[in-house]
């Protein structure tokens, strides 16, 4: 069973609010990813950081911000949220040694809905 | 470019009979490859994985894929289908600094 958890699995919450989505993980690994996927689709890649105070943007577009203050820590959020960010938020972890090889553990997602 | 194609986005087998899941990938890297398991309302579960060591994988709950450079293929295999195993299947390459996700297949098993 992976360590790496995320909060809280399920939120409904109306436009305009600011939301953060939490993850953690505790297998010490350096590598984190955030990952959007709608129902029955692929999964899309949106954020990811290589370690502490690295951030990056990934291949989909996002309007969520994320930060890496701490190796566990990953937090992902949206300052003003809108119905099309309604999805399901997944975060990885790995530890791969070089780019993005090494598999990644995920968490059990967040399902996020917008009203 | 790097990509990675699921040639089948829904398979329906019977209980009992086998399974196959197509994998393509397109790269100039070698490639590491994975097969990963979602369930519904959870998170993605590692079956398997491919990093240039042996060609024939052996993954959880009876699954399998090999890795054919020839066809740049990594095909996940199942000699007999469980009605445990429906679900989507996805395939993931990386390589060359990337991550990528293929579409997904979803499995359905019937009784």
């Known amino acids: 069973e992976a360590d790496i958890y995320q909060t809280p699995r399920y939120l409904v919450i109306g436009t305009g609010k600011k939301i953060t989505l939490e993850c953690s993980q505790t297998?010490?690994?350096?590598?984190m990813y955030w990952y959007q996927q709608d129902p029955g689709m692929e999964l899309h890649l949106i954020h990811y950081?290589?370690?502490?105070?690295?951030?990056e943007k990934g291949d989909l577009s996002s309007e969520s911000t994320v930060s890496r203050i701490r190796t566990e820590h990953f937090p992902l959020t949206l300052e003003s949220a809108r119905p099309s960010h309604t999805s399901q938020y997944l975060c990885a972890s790995s530890a791969g040694t070089s780019g993005g090889a090494g598999e990644q553990y995920f968490g059990p997602g967040t399902r996020l809905t917008v009203t | 470019a790097q990509s990675v194609t699921q040639l089948d986005s829904h398979v329906s087998v019977s209980e009992g009979t086998p399974v196959l899941l197509r994998c393509n990938y397109s790269s100039s890297y070698s490639p590491s490859l994975f097969w990963y398991v979602q369930h519904p309302n959870k998170g993605l579960q590692l079956l398997l994985k491919?990093?240039?060591?042996?060609?024939l994988v052996k993954g959880i709950n009876g699954f399998e894929a090999e890795f054919k450079k020839s066809e740049t293929s990594f095909h996940l295999t199942k000699p007999s289908a469980h009605m445990s195993d429906a679900a989507e299947y996805f395939c993931v390459f990386t390589g060359g600094f990337k991550t990528i996700f293929g579409a997904g297949t979803r499995l359905f098993v019937k009784a």
């Open positions: 950081s290589y370690g502490v105070n690295s951030t």
């Open positions: 297998m010490g690994h350096d590598k």
């Open positions: 491919y990093t240039s060591a042996a060609t």
